[in-house]
Every structure is written in structure tokens, then in C-alpha cells.
């Protein structure tokens, strides 16, 4: 496992759900500690909006991390959710 994977949600929360809560507003030199072993920020996009992948690719950035994006969409939650 050499990938850490965001979804739009937590591109958009990046700061609230990973940055804060690990510490790294506080103690950046941790950053080798957590993600140290990562190569690559996996951006799993389920929308085309380029301000968010943008956003994306700066949280790979701040890791020091690859990036890489890969479109998936919402699959069938759509068509799912106009049939209910």
C-alpha cells in the first residue's frame, strides 16, 4: 500500500479530517512519520470540477507525495436514487 486515496468529500475536508486531527498544523515534521511511506496521492474524482482537483493536487503537494486522478463518478447512485 504505497497510495493514499482522497474522494471529493475529503479533498473539499482535507484540513478537518487528515491535516488537524494528525497534527500537522502543529508539528509538521510528522509528516514523514504518517505519509513517509506513500509514493503517490490518489485523487478519486466523482466529479469533472477542476477547482477540486486542483485542491486535490495541493494536498499531494503538501504531503510530497505523486499525483494521480482517476474519474469514478457516482456509478449507479443516480439511477438508483431516481428510481426511489
Keep these: ?7 471529493d468529500f475529503l479533498a473539499r475536508q482535507f484540513d478537518a479530517f487528515v491535516w488537524e486531527p494528525l497534527g500537522l498544523d502543529r508539528h509538521p515534521e510528522l509528516r514523514e512519520m504518517y505519509f513517509g511511506n506513500y509514493t503517490t496521492l490518489v485523487y478519486q474524482a466523482q466529479t469533472d470540477d ?9 494536498h499531494a503537494d ?3 507525495l505523486a499525483f494521480e486522478r482517476r474519474f469514478t463518478g457516482y456509478g449507479e447512485l443516480a439511477s438508483v436514487l431516481a428510481r426511489a
Design 50 to 58: 477542476l477547482a477540486l482537483t486542483a485542491l486535490a493536487r495541493s
Design 62 to 64: 503538501r504531503l510530497d
Design 1 to 7: 500500500m504505497t497510495c493514499f486515496y482522497l474522494t
